[in-house]
């Protein structure tokens, strides 16, 4: 079946530090590729998304490129923020789109 | 728009006890579903609908039960509350799109304890 694996946190990291988190699913057919950000205390909000391969999605100063022939969907960004501490889920929808499966989700620390 | 709103924000229960959690969304969407948070889980699946008068079963619906009497309103019911369903209870809807992109709403969360 369709799953989703994503790096084990917590991430850690300083002020303006460069940010990777790494996402790798499996999938059968053409699924769209999702990252999505969760607040302390809040539900979850959708960061970016691709829709195919070679898409790059884009938001807030995160991307993410829909790499079909490494199945990856790694989260970047090149000066993280403390605002940016939160939890990062990767995400999939399956080719008719309306169930969508998330990874364990990877909580990022930014420190000042 | 208020997106997509669930009450009660905060719940304890007996073992034993039942209770409705409600979700409402104002975005006119076809799909609603609802999900548990547990630590080092991720979010998995308890129960979906397609559509007014339709509902299904997802990755984790023993115990659970839901209603979609109205669009907008998603209800999902302990009978019987267990430890093991303490955990925080997620609403969402969805759009259909001919892009096949469907981004899912979030509510705020609801976080349930079971005595």
């Known amino acids: 079946g369709n799953s989703v694996t994503q790096m084990e946190g917590p991430v850690t990291l300083s002020e303006e530090a460069f940010l990777t988190i790494n996402c790798t699913y499996t999938?059968?057919?053409?699924?769209?590729l999702f990252w999505y950000v969760q607040y302390p205390g809040e539900g979850l909000q959708l960061l970016l998304k691709a829709t195919k391969a070679d898409d790059k999605g884009s938001n807030k100063g995160f991307e993410a490129t829909y790499r079909k022939e490494t199945t990856s969907f790694h989260l970047e960004k090149g000066s993280v923020q403390v605002s940016d501490s939160a939890v990062y889920f990767c995400a999939l929808s399956d080719t008719g789109g309306f169930k969508t499966i998330f990874g364990a989700g990877t909580r990022l620390f930014v420190k000042a | 728009n208020a997106g997509v709103t669930q009450t009660p924000k905060f719940r304890v229960l007996k073992t034993g006890q039942s209770m409705t959690l409600l979700c409402a969304q104002d975005?006119?969407?076809?799909?609603m579903y609802w999900y548990r948070q547990d630590p080092g889980m991720g979010l998995r699946l308890i129960h979906y609908s397609v559509g007014e008068g339709t509902t299904a079963k997802g990755e984790v619906p023993d115990g659970y039960n839901v209603s979609r009497l109205k669009k907008q309103n998603f209800l999902l019911g302990l009978e019987s509350a267990a430890p093991s369903q303490t955990s925080v209870y997620f609403c969402?809807?969805?759009?259909?799109?001919?892009?096949?992109?469907?981004?899912?709403?979030f509510g705020p969360g609801t976080r349930l304890t079971v005595l």
């Open positions: 999938a059968t057919g053409y699924p769209s």
């Open positions: 969402a809807s969805s759009y259909s799109s001919l892009a096949g992109a469907y981004e899912q709403f």
């Open positions: 975005m006119n969407h076809e799909y």
